[in-house]
């Protein structure tokens, strides 16, 4: 990772107010209702799971073992917040907002982030397999060993990104320029681009990355 491009970390409170279960499933639900912010908690076991709470919002939060598996949580945000093994599994999150943020051991197995904006956010060891970012925008994302198999990248517009040591076999990146991009130590077999994988021209490979890229332009490396 780049010394002078890293994600700001986000700024968390000292004594936030702990919620817990059904508790702090009712109180989000509740400021969701309500149209207010849930600012300074630490909200621990929420099931939110099928519910609808579109334009939701956190600040200086942590989220700990919080579901909202097929939750829609259109144009949520996400400021100052640290998410800490939640279940995002097919929940709608399309334009939705991320600042500061960091993304511990979650599951976001076919989540939707189509169109959201992320900026300085830290996603590690996390499952995102088939989970869609088509026409996102990533300005100091990192991936740190992260499962991304099958995910959609297409039409995105990336700034200082990376992806560190993540499993990208499968993933879609139609329309997402990856020039100056490191994807060393990244599993790449069976990734997808445009014509020629001109998404790809500039991008940073190992040996087993620049193999796999070969067979998907049909050349045969002896």
């Given at each position: 990772?780049s010394?002078?491009q890293?994600?700001?970390?986000?700024?968390?409170?000292?004594a936030?107010?702990l919620?817990?279960?059904?508790?702090a499933g009712?109180?989000?639900?509740a400021?969701?209702?309500?149209?207010?912010?849930a600012a300074?908690?630490?909200?621990?076991?929420a099931?939110?799971?099928a519910e609808?709470?579109?334009e939701i919002?956190?600040s200086?939060?942590?989220?700990?073992?919080?579901?909202?598996a097929?939750t829609?949580?259109?144009?949520a945000?996400?400021?100052d917040c640290?998410l800490?093994?939640c279940?995002f599994s097919?929940?709608?999150v399309?334009?939705?907002?991320?600042?500061?943020?960091?993304?511990s051991g979650c599951?976001l197995?076919?989540?939707?982030l189509?169109?959201?904006?992320?900026?300085?956010?830290?996603?590690?060891?996390?499952?995102?397999?088939l989970?869609?970012?088509e026409?996102a925008?990533l300005?100091?994302?990192h991936?740190?060993r992260?499962t991304?198999?099958?995910v959609l990248l297409?039409g995105?517009k990336?700034?200082?990104?990376?992806f560190?040591e993540?499993?990208l076999?499968?993933a879609c990146f139609t329309?997402?320029l990856?020039?100056g991009?490191?994807?060393?130590?990244c599993?790449?077999?069976e990734?997808s681009?445009?014509?020629q994988l001109r998404e790809?021209?500039?991008a940073?490979?190992?040996?087993e990355?620049?193999v796999a890229?070969?067979?998907?332009l049909?050349v045969e490396?002896?």
């Open positions: 990772m010394t002078t890293k994600p700001t970390p986000p700024l968390l409170p000292e936030p107010e919620l817990e279960g059904a508790e009712q109180r989000l639900y400021l969701a209702s309500q149209g207010e912010t300074q908690m630490h909200l621990k076991g099931d939110l799971s609808q709470l579109p919002s956190f200086h939060c942590i989220l700990e073992g919080c579901r909202f097929g829609s949580l259109q144009k945000s996400f400021t640290a800490r093994s279940d097919g929940a709608d399309t334009d939705a907002y991320f600042s500061r943020c960091t993304v599951k197995l076919g989540a939707n189509n169109g959201a904006m992320l900026h300085s956010a830290v996603f590690t060891d996390s499952n995102l397999r989970t869609c970012f026409g925008g300005e100091r994302v991936f740190v992260c991304m198999a099958g297409s995105m990336l700034k200082a990104p990376a560190v993540c499993d076999s499968g329309g997402t990856l020039r991009v490191d994807l060393r130590g599993t790449l077999t990734a681009a445009g014509e790809f021209r500039g940073i490979v190992d040996v990355g620049a890229l070969a067979k998907l049909g490396i002896r």
